[in-house]
C-alpha cells in the first residue's frame, strides 16, 4: 500500500461512518415525522448524538484537503467546485424539491411550485451541506489566496463563530450556517498536514529515527525484523484509536443526555462545537483502529461515494417509507427503519454503477474540464457540429 493509499484510507473510512450517520438520521426523521415510529427519549437521543457531530465531521474532513485543491489557479478551483458541489446540488436539489411538489400530498413536507426558484438562494433540505461547503470554499480559497496562513485562518474562523451569538448579521440563513461550520474546515486545515502523515512511515526510517544522536545500530535489523517492529507498533496505535474513539463517543452520549440547561446560549454554542470536535476525534480514531477489520473496506467504498448516497438517499428512502405505508400498508417500525436505511444506501450506490458505465454519465457530475479537451481536440468542422 502507499503513502497516499495509506492516507486517504482513513479519511474515505471516516466519511463512510459519516454517510451512514446521515442516512440513519435522516430516516429517523422521515419516520417520526410521518408519525411510523414516536418520537420518544431514546428517539430524541439517537437524534441528538448522531447531529452532535456527523455534519461537522464532513466539514472538518473537507477542510484537510483545501490548501492542496486551493494550489490550483482560482478560474480551475471555481470549475471543480462546480463540477463536484454546484452542479449535482442544482441537478439533485430541483430533482427532489420537483418530486415533492407532485407528491406533497404523500410527503412529510409539502411544498409548490412557486418555491422552486428559491434553490438559487434558500437550500432546501439537506442541500444546504452542499450550498454551505461550496461558499465556505471559495471564502477560505479568497484568504489562501492572499496568503493568510493556517493560524490565521482558524482565527478569523474562531471569530466568525462567535459574531452571531453578539450581533445580527442579516436576514440570510446561510450567512449564519457558514459562521457556523467554517471553524470546522478551519480546524480540519489546520490539522490536515499532521494527520495526512499519520500511520505512513518507513519501517526502516521509523527504527532510525529511533536511535540517539549519534548512535550507530549494531548489527542493523533485519527488514523482517524492522517489519515487525511496526507492525506492533501499528496494532498499539489502533488498540489506542479504539479506545479513545469509545471514550469520546461516550462523552458525546453524556453530553446529549444532560446538556447543559442552566448557561447561556453562547456558552451552550461553544461547548456543542467541542464535543463535535470530539465526536469527529472520535470517528477518525474508530477509522483508524477499523482499517485492519473486514468493516474498514466497506466503509471505505461508502466513504468514496459520499457525495451520491448524500444527494440521492432521501429520495429513496421516502419512496420506500411511502410505500411500505401508504401503498401496502406496512407500518412495522423495524421493516421501515432497516430497509429505509438498506435502500437509502443500495440506491445510490446502484445509481452510481449506471453512471461509472455511462448509462448515466452526468448523474453526480459534470465533467466541464474534460469536456472542454475534448472539444480542443476536436476539428474546427467537428466541435462546431
Not at 21 to 34: I, Q
Not at 99 to 115: M, V, W
Not at 251 to 265: E, F, K, T, W
Not at 362 to 371: G, K
Request: charged residues 10%.
Amino acid at each position: 500500500m502507499t503513502d497516499t493509499e495509506q492516507r486517504r484510507e482513513w479519511v474515505d473510512i471516516s466519511r463512510g461512518i459519516g454517510i451512514v450517520l446521515v442516512v440513519v438520521g435522516h430516516t429517523l426523521r422521515g419516520l417520526v415525522s410521518s408519525s411510523v415510529m414516536i418520537n420518544s427519549t431514546g428517539m430524541r437521543f439517537v437524534d441528538g448524538w448522531i447531529y452532535a457531530f456527523h455534519m461537522p465531521l464532513f466539514f472538518f474532513l473537507a477542510g484537510v484537503f483545501l490548501p492542496r485543491s486551493a494550489q490550483q489557479p482560482f478560474g480551475r478551483f471555481a470549475t471543480r467546485q462546480f463540477e463536484r458541489l454546484g452542479y449535482p446540488y442544482l441537478l439533485w436539489g430541483t430533482l427532489q424539491s420537483v418530486l415533492q411538489i407532485l407528491s406533497s400530498r404523500y410527503t412529510n413536507h409539502a411544498a409548490t411550485a412557486s418555491e422552486l426558484w428559491k434553490i438559487v438562494y434558500s437550500p432546501p433540505m439537506q442541500f444546504w451541506f452542499l450550498y454551505v461547503l461550496f461558499l465556505s470554499n471559495a471564502l477560505f480559497v479568497a484568504l489562501w489566496k492572499r496568503r493568510v496562513t493556517r493560524l490565521g485562518i482558524l482565527i478569523l474562523a474562531i471569530f466568525a463563530f462567535a459574531v452571531p451569538s453578539i450581533i445580527s448579521l442579516g436576514p440570510w440563513g446561510v450567512v449564519y450556517q457558514i459562521c457556523d461550520n467554517f471553524i470546522y474546515i478551519a480546524l480540519g486545515v489546520a490539522l490536515g498536514p499532521a494527520l495526512l502523515t499519520a500511520l505512513v512511515s518507513n519501517p526502516l526510517k521509523s527504527y532510525q529515527s529511533s536511535l540517539a544522536p549519534g548512535e550507530r545500530p549494531s548489527p542493523l535489523p533485519t527488514p523482517r525484523v524492522v517489519a515487525g517492529r511496526e507492525a506492533v507498533r501499528r496494532i498499539r496505535i489502533r488498540a489506542g484509536c479504539l479506545l479513545f474513539s469509545i471514550f469520546g463517543y461516550g462523552i458525546v452520549s453524556l453530553y446529549i443526555y444532560r446538556p447543559p440547561m442552566a448557561a447561556g446560549q453562547y456558552f451552550f454554542k461553544v461547548s456543542a462545537a467541542v464535543v463535535a470536535y470530539i465526536g469527529i476525534g472520535a470517528t477518525i480514531s474508530l477509522s483508524i483502529a477499523l482499517a485492519t477489520f473486514r468493516i474498514g473496506p466497506m466503509m471505505q467504498y461508502l466513504g468514496e461515494r459520499t457525495l451520491p448516497i448524500f444527494v440521492a438517499h432521501t429520495l429513496a428512502s421516502a419512496a420506500f417509507r411511502i410505500g411500505l405505508d401508504k401503498i401496502l400498508g406496512i407500518t412495522d417500525p423495524t421493516i421501515h427503519l432497516l430497509g429505509g436505511i438498506v435502500v437509502g444506501i443500495g440506491v445510490p450506490l446502484i445509481l452510481v454503477r449506471l453512471s461509472e458505465t455511462s448509462s448515466l454519465p452526468y448523474l453526480f457530475q459534470l465533467p466541464i474540464s474534460q469536456a472542454r479537451r475534448y472539444l480542443i481536440q476536436l476539428p474546427i468542422s467537428q466541435a462546431r457540429r
